[in-house]
């Protein structure tokens, strides 16, 4: 009797190493430029809602530094005699928006829309000062935006530009 095939261990050990190796590989793959513009998004909020929560408990201001038409998004502390320091908290020192993505550029009702030179957030015990829009664009002119809302310290993000708050 002469059987051929594959016993169930041998389907088994192969789906596992397979597995393994789709575990490893796949995080190094290259991402999309849809997917940073993403993850970018919700860096950003993650990171207004962080420094919100500092400000709050820590009795901290934070500022918040953007360039837009770039991917420079900064977050400063106040220092004891009124300048700007780098935070202590290794969190904030962490890279917002990846590389590719740019500011495309942030609305503040009472600036208006900002889409050159830096403008600062103040961030300070009662969450933010101002009610923000932030539009984030990836290099296929994609965008998703970020609003952030002071009186609640919410932060919402949305697929696609949007300019009317909620």
């Keep these: 009797m002469n059987r051929r095939g594959f016993t169930l261990i041998e389907i088994a050990v192969v789906l596992a190493i397979i597995g393994m190796v789709l575990v490893l590989v796949l995080p190094r793959l290259p991402s999309s430029a849809q997917e940073d513009l993403k993850v970018s998004a919700r860096t950003l909020a993650s990171t207004l809602r962080y420094v919100q929560d500092r400000a ?6 934070y500022y918040l530094h953007m360039e837009p038409g770039t991917d420079v998004v900064k977050v400063l502390e106040a220092a004891a005699d009124g300048s700007e320091k780098e935070p202590l ?7 917002t928006v990846r590389k590719g993505i740019v500011v495309a550029d942030v609305i503040i009702p009472r600036l208006g829309k900002v889409v050159d030179g830096t403008i600062r957030l103040d961030v300070g015990n009662g969450g933010l000062r101002d009610f923000v829009i932030i539009h984030l664009r990836s290099p296929e ?4 935006t970020v609003m952030a809302f002071p009186a609640s310290g919410k932060v919402k993000i ?3 530009y949007r300019e009317e708050s909620l």
């Design 141 to 144: 002119d994609k965008f998703w």
């Design 158 to 160: 949305f697929d696609g």
């Design 56 to 61: 709050a408990t820590g009795r901290t201001v």
């Design 89 to 95: 908290d290794p969190l904030l020192l962490k890279r």
